[in-house]
T-cell receptor, first 114, second 111 residues
Framework: ETGVTQSPTHLIKTRGQQVTLRCSSQSGHNTVSWYQQALGQGPQFIFQYYREEENGRGNFPPRFSGLQFPNYSSELNVNALELDDSALYLC?????????????FGPGTRLTVT | KNEVEQSPQNLTAQEGEFITINCSYSVGISALHWLQQHPGGGIVSLFMLSSGKKKHGRLIATINIQEKHSSLHITASHPRDSAVYICAAPPCSSNTGKLIFGQGTTLQVKP
């Protein structure tokens, strides 16, 4: 059973650029949630994908978008990067079963916007 | 006031000490997660529990749903336990299982 993986580990981008972050969910999981964690803060929910459809969204602007693929891996895309987008981006996979939503986190992608 | 509150915010202990971190929440939840995050690192899920107690090695987590309170205990603490410990829960009002996080407890265990 493989765990949740994310790529890349670190990324440096310039303000105004676009970035794509990737997440491979744990085997058997059909749901991926994305979180943003700014330095010194707790993670904030960005959105969740369930069976390739967006299944809930936090308070993030439309320039944050995502995809989920048939194998349940997922991408987070951020357009028109701003300095405040610098953060650790975490994805978590889960299997919606019994309403318990146990989530397994990936190691995160550290994004720096300069 | 945050929907999920942790205490203490910072904790320093000597190796071998028994440690307790507390988490209180004000929303209805179906389960609560305890997570561990090392500096610069990703998050590791320690426990998910909806009632009673769970134990894994030197870690014990308890939850009292009626009192809306959970505790994480570390027995015989070790410097490698130094990390940020976070409680998080999916509110019942959400159908996505999105987690609301506490602010975290930064634990330092000194040798």
């Amino acid at each position: 059973e493989t765990g949740v993986t994310q790529s890349p580990t670190h990324l440096i981008k310039t303000r105004g650029q676009q970035v794509t972050l990737r997440c491979s969910s744990q085997s058997g999981h059909n749901t991926v949630s994305w979180y943003q964690q700014a330095l010194g803060q707790g993670p904030q929910f960005i959105f969740q994908y369930y069976r390739e459809e967006e299944n809930g969204r936090g308070n993030f602007p439309p320039r944050f978008s995502g995809l989920q693929f048939p194998n349940y891996s997922s991408e987070l895309n951020v357009n028109a990067l701003e300095l405040d987008d610098s953060a650790l981006y975490l994805c978590a996979s889960s299997s919606i079963a019994g309403g318990t939503y146990e989530q397994y986190f990936g190691p995160g992608t550290r994004l720096t916007v300069t | 006031k945050n929907e999920v509150e942790q205490s203490p915010q910072n904790l320093t202990a000597q190796e071998g000490e028994f440690i307790t971190i507390n988490c209180s929440y004000s929303v209805g939840i179906s389960a609560l997660h305890w997570l561990q995050q090392h500096p610069g690192g990703g998050i590791v899920s320690l426990f998910m529990l909806s009632s009673g107690k769970k134990k894994h090695g030197r870690l014990i987590a308890t939850i009292n749903i009626q009192e809306k309170h959970s505790s994480l205990h570390i027995t015989a603490s070790h410097p490698r336990d130094s990390a940020v410990y976070i409680c998080a829960a999916p509110p019942c009002s959400s159908n996505t299982g999105k987690l609301i996080f506490g602010q975290g407890t930064t634990l330092q265990v000194k040798p």
